[in-house]
C-alpha cells in the first residue's frame, strides 16, 4: 500500500494556523507558502516514490551484523545516497554550513513525510539532525567546521549515544570514562539501543557520545558531551583510522526492523569534547526541545499511514447487504465511521500542534526582543512534552484503530497495517517515556513556575473560544466542547497548584493524566482555531469549498468525541494518589 501526503492539510495549517509567511517575514528569511509548496511537493514524491516501497522491505529484511560491521535492509544505502545527493538532510542548517536556512517549521512538515513513508529509514536523518543541533549549538568552531558541512550534506550520518545497561531514564547513572591525552580524549564503555549506531551507507559515521571524565563530580553535574567518529579524521579532514567504536549486536525488536539498534562498545576511542567539561547533559537539554518534537512527529506520521490505509480498505471492503441485494463497503458502518473520524480529526490536531510548537522553535530563534524571545521560548518548553507525549500515546489508539479498520486481515501481516502499529510502539518510550515527559510537564514545567506558562496558554485559549462563539455559521458544539475542555484544564492547573504540596505522590500519579488533559485540549484548540478559519474561508468564498467543509466536521467531531476525554482526566487528576499508592508491595 503505497503513501501520498496530505498536502492540503500540511498547507493549511502553515498558512493559517502558524502563518508561515508572517513568521518568514518577521525572521527576514526569503521563505514563502508558494516555496513551502513546492518544498512539500517535492519531497512528497521522494516520500511516495523512493521511501515508502522500502517501508515493507526493512521490516521483512532487518539490518544485519556481517564481518564489517552493519549492513543496512536492501535498497537502504540507494535511498539514502539519492536523498542526500537532494540535499534534504540540511533544510534548515545554516548557509555557513552548507545548509538552505529555511525555518525549523518547514523541515518538521517535510519530516512527517519521511516518517510516513519509512520511519526506520527516516531516524537516521532524523539522528543526523540531533547530532547537528548538538554540534551547531555547543562545538567550537574548528569541531563545527570540520564535521557539520559532512553531516549537513549527508556525506557522513550522525548518532546520539546516551544509553547504557544502568543508565535509561536515569542519565545520571552513566559510567562511560573519558580520559585525556593531548589534543583529544579516550572514550570507553558500553553504550545500549544505539539507532543507527552503525552502517555502512556513508564512509563515515559522527558519535556525539555522552562519558564522565575522571576527576567528574557525581550525578548529573559530572557528563561531558563528546564527538567519536567512526574513523578518526586525516589532516585533510578525510575519514583515516578505523577509531575503536564498534557495533557488538543488534537488538530484535517488535518493529522498526530496517533500524538497526546497536550495542555499541567504546574502546579507548578517540573523541573530541563537545564545548566544557561536565556539561554534557545540560548540553543534550538544549537539544532534547528538538528531539522530543522530532519523535512527536514520528507519532502523527505513522498515524497518518496508517490512517491511510484503512480509509482506502474501508471504501473496498464489502460487509452487509442492503434490501436491494447490494452489498455495503464498511466505512457506510457507523463503527466504522467513528473509527475513520478519531483518526482523521486526532491526526488534524496531532499536525496543528506539532506545526505550532515547530514554529514556536522559529518564532524563539527570531525574536526581535528579548520578552518576545522568553515568551517563545516558555512556550516551546511547554509544548515540548505534550508534543513528545500526547502524540506518541495518541499514535497508539491511531494504529490500533487502523487495525481494527480491517479486522482479521489487520492482524495479518501481508496487509502491512500491522507494522505500523510494531512501528509506533517504541515512540512512547525512546527520547524519554511518557512517564519522563509527563513529570518533566506537570513539575518543571508547570509547578516550577507556578503554573504561569500555562495560563498565558489557557488565555490564549480563551481568546480563541470567544472568536469561536462569536463567529456567525460556525456549529455551536465546537464553542461549547472547548468551553467544558477549557474548564477542565484550567481546574486542572488549579488544583495540582494548591494541592502538590501536600502529598509527595500527587504529581507523579496525576502527571501523566495532567499530560493528557492538556495534549487533548491543545489539538481542540488548535482544531476550533482552525474551524473558524475555514468558516470565514468559505463565507468569503475563497478555498477549497470541500476541504474546508471537511474540516469544520472533523473539528466538530473531535469537539464532540474526544475533547470530552479532558473531564474524564480532570476527575482521575483529582481523585489524588491514595489508591494508586496504598497497595502494599507484596500484593503486586
Ligand atoms: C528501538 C530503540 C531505539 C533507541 N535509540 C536510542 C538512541 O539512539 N540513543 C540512546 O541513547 N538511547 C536510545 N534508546 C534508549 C531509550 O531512550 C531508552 O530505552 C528510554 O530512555 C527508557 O530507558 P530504559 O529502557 O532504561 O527504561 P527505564 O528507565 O528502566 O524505564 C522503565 C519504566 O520505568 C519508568 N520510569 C523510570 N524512571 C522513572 C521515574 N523517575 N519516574 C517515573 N517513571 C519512571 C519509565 O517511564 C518506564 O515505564 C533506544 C531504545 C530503543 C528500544
Redesign the pocket.
Known sequence: MNYAHPYQDAEFVLRHIVDLDGLCEQAGLDVNMDLAVAVLDEAGKMGAEVLAPLNRVGDLNPAKLGANGVEASPGFTEAYQQFAEAGWLSLSVVEAFGGQNLPNVLSTAVNEIWHSANMAYA?CPM?SQGAMESIGHHASEDLQATYLPKVASGEWTG???????D?????AAIKSKAVPKGDHYLISGQ???????DHQMTPNIVHLV?ARLPDAPPGVKGISLFIVPKFVLNADGEPGERNSAFALSL?H?M??HG?P?CVMEFNEAVGYIVGEPNKGLAYMFTMMNHARQAVGLQGLSISERAYQQAKQYAKERLQGTRRDGSRIPIIQHPDVRRMLMTMKSGIEAMRALALTAAAEIDRARYATDDASQAQHEARVELLTPIVKGWLTEMSQELTSLGIQVYGGMGYIEETGVAQHYRDAR?LT????????Q??DFIGRKTLVDKGEALAVLLQEMQATLAMVKAQAGLDAAIATNLAQALHAGNEAREWILANAAQDANLA?TA?VSFLMLFGYLTGGWLLAKGALQAQQSLAAGEGDKDFLQAKLISAKFYSEQLLPRTAAYLAAIKAGSDSTMSMPEDQF
Open positions: 531516524l539522528l548518532t546520539m549515544n546516551l544509553t547504557e545497561p543508565a535509561g531514564s536515569d542519565l553504550k545500549i539501543f544505539i539507532t543507527w549506531g555522552l537488538e525488536k518493529g522498526i533500524s539498534t517504541i518510550i525512546y527520547e524519554g517515556t511518557t512517564g519522563i509527563a513529570l507523579g502527571s
